[in-house]
């Protein structure tokens, strides 16, 4: 290629190949150490699925001595959206997922490896680009869409594999005059890959996650500089996964079919691959019992952001994240209960990827019960005051104007162990849960069966007479024993069981009464402890609706 072509071809000043690669020395890292990336397109929404991937790379890199960047794909520049990664990084912010390198919320970057955000490293591909135009390793194509269009055409009619490759790339073989030509008849161009493998060699790829799988080679000329000059992803993620000094490449399955071309791409360059892992896409059960990938259309958990808005505990999420990556964790949890979950150590050889992980809310939200049941009250007032305040503002005065008491609410039965409690999965549950606190509760008179209303009436005017709230434990039980007998209840539940046709009931049909009473609700915490939070007042007001 003559340089009056690679001036027309590249006319900006360009750095060269040899300044470049000063500006990025190799990395300084104990042997071993993993560096890896999460490298989003700036759309304006986080997936859970790249979350999932970014949080595997995460741990990745800080449980083996390494480096976890944050890298803004903006190559599409009509996809972009503004103020996107400020979404990125305010989600992976969340839940302490912090890259040590990348593009930062204040729009700053940091770390030594930038620029993080393609669109700013649009003369460093360049260079390269021009570096393979050189070598013969790249060409440029004038070909039209209608040229490709009828370029398809005839592949498919004569039932052959579609793309530019071989003889279908018909600005493989341009001589310097046609691309002189060309240019200076201003034919806008883009530059394409001068593809070396041939696709019935098979190459052999060793995948983490997915095992050794072999594949037919690249053969397509791929476009590495679009019309705008700027790169595609697969030439910007070989040339920024080597001077970023990537070690491992943690990306969606949907880039496993690339793994040849990026090898031949890696090795054109005379450049170190990076390891792969390629993770199976997060998928649900539909409502058919039929397995679908998560989907941005038709699941709001799709967005990453669905978590934090509906309260979810930020630990409870990353939980239930690494029991989908590694089946052991819960066994992990068992015994360790008050170990950080970041210390989870997160084993790859484990992942299982043979189909998508199933995401299941019903899993998620019993892992969400436990990590709640093990924080305390102090903890979870705060980060339910935290959401609040961000989600619901009126919620957020409530629980400021009484923070005592529902401090001692939450504290009610709080604890690790067989009789913790576990009613609260997320902070958007606290107020529906505590409601009764806030006010009297609605009863509706279907509650009572077994009991018949004016047996209600009787035991809340009863224990109304005795209730004081001052009483300890055992003489509270005492009064709802001797209300029990007084209108024809079993006071406990042995002599019930040995003659149930000599009681209307138990103490326990009692007690349940007064629990609908106080909460509206037939399970609740413990019971003594809620009247104690009343107030004598208000339980004698509350006994008192029905009498
Ligand atoms: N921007 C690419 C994506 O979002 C990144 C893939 C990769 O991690 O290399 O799929």
């Known amino acids: 290629m003559t340089p009056e072509i690679l001036d027309l071809l590249f006319p900006n000043k360009l750095p060269t190949i040899k300044e470049i690669e000063k500006r990025y020395p190799a990395r300084q890292l104990p042997p071993g150490a993993v560096v890896s990336r999460l490298a989003p397109s700036p759309t304006g929404y986080l ?24 890298r803004v794909e903006d190559t599409d520049q009509a996809r972009k959206v503004e103020g996107a990664v400020e979404v ?38 360049q260079s390269y680009a021009k570096e393979w135009v050189k070598k013969g390793l790249a060409y440029p194509c004038f070909c039209s869409s209608e040229d490709i269009d009828l370029m398809r055409k005839v592949q498919e009619k004569q039932g052959l594999r579609p793309g530019y490759y071989g003889r279908y790339a018909k600005c493989r073989d341009l001589s310097d005059e046609q691309i002189l030509e060309n240019l200076k008849a201003k034919k806008p161009f883009i530059i394409r890959m001068r593809s070396t493998g041939d696709y019935n060699n098979r190459i052999v790829v060793e995948d983490l996650l997915k095992g050794k799988l072999s594949m037919p080679d690249n053969e397509l000329d791929i476009v590495i500089i679009k019309k705008d000059g700027l790169p595609t992803y697969h030439f910007a993620h070989i040339v920024d996964d080597h001077l970023m000094g990537t070690t491992n490449v943690v990306r969606g399955e949907e880039w496993l079919s690339s793994v040849p071309l990026h090898l031949q791409m890696f090795k054109m360059m005379g450049w170190q691959p990076p390891k792969y892992a390629h993770h199976a896409l997060l998928q649900k059960m539909d409502d058919s019992g039929k397995r ?57 050889q484990k992942i299982s990827n043979t189909a998508g992980a199933l995401f299941d809310f019903v899993k998620l939200h019993s892992i969400c019960r436990d990590v709640v049941a ?53 902070w958007a549950d606290v107020e529906n849960e505590l ?10 008179a279907a509650v009572w069966a077994p009991l018949i209303e004016s047996d209600v009436k009787k035991i809340a005017s009863d224990y109304a007479a005795v209730y004081n709230n001052d009483d300890d434990k055992d003489t509270w039980f005492n ?22 046709d ?24 413990d019971l003594y402890q809620i009247m104690k939070i009343l107030g004598q007042k208000e339980v004698s007001d509350r006994l008192s609706v029905v009498g």
Not at 506 to 524: E, F, N, P, W, Y
């Open 292 to 348: 679908r990938k998560i989907s941005k259309r038709l699941d709001p958990e799709a967005n990453i952001e669905y978590f934090a808005q509906n309260g979810y505990p930020q630990d409870a999420v990353l939980e239930y994240l690494l029991n989908l990556m590694n089946a052991n964790f819960e066994d992990w949890r068992k015994q360790n209960p008050t170990v950080p979950v970041m210390d989870f150590p997160l084993n790859f």
């Open 502 to 525: 000599n009681y209307k009931g138990s103490v326990a049909d009692v007690a349940k009464a007064l629990r609908i009473l106080m909460t509206g609700r037939a399970q609740s915490p």
């Open 435 to 444: 409601s009764y606190y806030f006010e009297a509760p609605t009863i509706d």
């Open 88 to 125: 990125v990084l305010r989600a992976l912010g969340h839940y302490g997922i912090m890259p040590d390198e990348g593009a930062q919320i204040d729009g700053t970057e940091c770390g030594k490896y930038g620029p993080y955000t393609q669109s700013l490293r649009k003369e460093i591909y």
């Open 479 to 500: 009064k709802i024993k001797q209300v029990a007998s007084d209108n024809g209840f079993a006071a406990n539940m042995k002599d019930y069981k040995a003659n149930p």
């Open 374 to 426: 093990r924080m305390t009250a102090d903890e979870v007032f705060s980060e339910t005051l935290n959401w609040a305040k961000q989600f619901k503002p009126d919620f957020a005065k409530k629980l400021e104007k009484n923070s005592d008491m529902v401090k001692s609410v939450l504290n009610i039965e709080r604890g690790i162990g067989p009789k913790s409690r576990k009613d609260l999965s997320k």
């Open 47 to 70: 997936h859970i699925g790249n979350f999932y991937q970014g949080f595997m790379a995460e741990r990745l890199a800080h449980q083996n001595q390494g480096v976890f960047f944050l």
